[in-house]
């Protein structure tokens, strides 16, 4: 199972981004999830499409960001909107096969399997 991340760049605050994550299985993920890490900082939760289609955000982008996925296409998308500097980081995509609660879909424990991370970079 292989997942791959694309759509990162440099923007600046302010501007859109719409990163994109596919899964190499078709009956593989469950759950996808989008978590980010910047320098220095340990990997945090940004948002998660979960087995019965529910959305959860991290409290950092709600508001702003958006997940969505296109079963045709094995492809989760993470809609970034009025980006910030702090939105800065590698953002990494995740994927399971499990049905797992609320608790569990925002902790990166919870994911066996890893996009090699996309970096966003945005410009004050």
């Known amino acids: 199972v292989q997942l791959q991340a694309s759509g990162g760049g440099l923007v600046q605050a302010g501007d859109s981004l719409t990163l994109s994550c596919t899964v190499s299985?078709?009956?593989?993920?469950?759950?996808m999830a989008w978590f980010r890490q910047a320098p220095g900082k340990e990997r945090e939760f940004v948002a998660v499409?979960?087995?019965?289609?529910?959305?959860y955000y991290g409290d950092s982008v709600k508001g702003r960001f958006t997940i969505s996925k296109d079963n045709d296409k094995n492809t989760v998308y993470l809609q970034m909107n009025n980006l910030k500097p702090e939105d800065t980081a590698v953002y990494y995509c995740?994927?399971?096969?499990?049905?797992?609660?609320?608790?569990?879909?925002?902790?990166?424990?919870?994911?066996?399997?890893w996009g090699q991370g996309t970096q966003v970079t945005v410009s004050s």
């Open positions: 995740a994927a399971d096969r499990y049905r797992l609660p609320r608790a569990q879909l925002v902790s990166q424990k919870s994911y066996d399997y």
């Open positions: 299985s078709e009956t593989f993920s469950t759950s």
């Open positions: 499409f979960g087995w019965m289609d529910q959305r």
